[in-house]
């Protein structure tokens, strides 16, 4: 059975760190494109990042880059997303995506809360 659960959200101060990881179960993540995206209530889910299967290269939405880090742990068959600095705006419910090819898998979201 396939699982995507991530981890790691929390409330947090501004200026403040926190890491998100994503655990996937029941399948390989290795050759996978993996993406993180948040969402807020009444908004579309918006990309921040993304780390591709093949040669690992990584993008980054303007409102974050400099600020976060998508990286990836085969071994651990785990992603993770390392937010520096955070800023109100990154509120949001945060969702890891890994795709590859006709398959598509999301984790649950893990809730972010940046605030004083």
């Known amino acids: 059975q396939v699982h995507f659960v991530e981890s790691g959200g929390g409330l947090v101060q501004p200026g403040g760190s926190l890491r998100l990881s994503c655990a996937a179960s029941g399948f390989t993540l290795d050759s996978y494109g993996i993406g993180w995206f948040r969402q807020v209530p009444g908004k579309e889910r918006e990309g921040v990042s993304c780390i591709s299967g093949s040669d690992r290269r990584t993008r980054y939405s303007d409102s974050v880059k400099g600020r976060f880090t998508i990286s990836r742990d085969n071994a651990a068959n785990t992603v993770y997303l390392q937010m520096n600095n955070l800023k109100p705006e990154d509120t949001g419910t945060y969702y890891c995506?890994?795709?590859?090819?006709?398959?598509?898998?999301w984790g649950q979201g893990t809730q972010v809360t940046v605030a004083s």
């Open positions: 995506n890994a795709v590859r090819g006709p398959a598509s898998y």
